[in-house]
């Protein structure tokens, strides 16, 4: 005991000795901390900003639902009285007077949105639907899905949509009015015959007959080649048309298949599907030829690109019109899985839909994934390349396992030990999987430089 004390007591001297070193010492020791309790503090930080955050997502979404049954219950009182009562639409003005007059802090109580609550509540007639669907919508969006739409199904389909998407106000009045509750799903697949019955149903559930390119603005004499670069300009566009979970990894992509070279006009990974998928462009009506030339594409991307985790790839094949019966009979002889759509085309986007599209920076921001997806696919075909001219075979092997006969071959690119640990977060991002900002960006960084140096090795 007596030591402990002399021993803060010569601490004491010590820091006091230098004029103010007792202050700055007692400051450094309560601002800095040592480093593993700088770890943990952040820990504890970012734990807590976590739980804030999401206790105020889920306060601002029981209000809003809150609100929405408020709603629900007014119109259907409204809509009681006047059937067994036989009150007319006046009374809908004298009750917004008066819930003003005794509410005047609320908003939303004017005639107008009164009569909005009685055809909300005739609409919905299942207070279960209610609950468990609409009240997850903002009011705006409610709204609008009970003025556009009339049919129950169609209807009860489109909130659904908005509360899986997350969709705006206006990119919800986007869809509905291009007609997507007819489109989804609409397309003549294979996929019943080709996938498993769990993802053929996902598969063609996703894919629309027609895709409406309303974003595009060109003519009747365009080429295949126009319309590809045309969708590239457009890319987030392409992307919500698109719908959910597609990230694009290039246009025009380059396979080696027997010596010849072939080249694919656009290739996403979906990351609901996990699997690639390969969209053909033509500016012409179906031709049976295309199914056979697509059934090629999908056995070199199986082959060269596909993950042996991954689901099958599956292809997309776009044209300007098509005959039902002569797709049918394609399609019927081939084992890949694939489907036949429309497009059309529109000569301007909607104006409610242009300030609902994020810029470019926005976009890379709200979709980490795709930029590190397409880099895994860049390395993973660099990484082959290499191993073939060096008489390897390396076909159906992770990456894992050809960086390391890369190194067996003499081929060591200085960042391969770092790239060796970043493959999880690529991996995961691949296949659809949650992967944070801060890892993803390191990930990028440290894929750039082993492609960097992979390239460099190649030219050696």
Known sequence: MMQASSERGSL???AAGDKGGLFWYARDMMASPPSHDD??????????KEQIQSARLRASVAVNRELILLYWNIGQDILARQNTEGWGARVIDRLAKDLRRDFPEMTGLSARNLKYMRAFAEAYSDFGIVQQVVAQLPWGHNVRIVEAIKDPDERLWYARQAVEHG?????LVHQIESGLFRRQGKAIT???RALPSVQADLAQELIKDPYTFDFLALGPEMSERELERSLLEHLRELILELGKGFAFVGNQYHLAVGGQDYYLDLLFYHLRLRCFVVIELKIEEFNPEFAGKMNFYLSAVDDHLRHQSDEPSIGIILCKDKNNVVVEYALRGFSKPMGVSEYRLSKILP???KAELPTADEFSREFPLISLVKLRIEIERKMRSLLVSKGFEPLGIGMQQM???LLKAGITPESAEQFSQSLK???MAAHGLDVDEETASSAISIGTRFLEELSKAGTE
């Open 190 to 192: 294979n996929f019943s």
């Open 351 to 353: 104006d409610q839909l």
């Open 425 to 427: 977060a690529m991996h």
């Open 403 to 405: 960086l390391d006969m």
């Open 167 to 171: 969709w705006s106000r206006n990119v």
């Open 12 to 14: 004491w001297r010590s």
């Open 39 to 48: 770890q943990s503090y952040i820990t504890l930080l970012g734990k807590l």
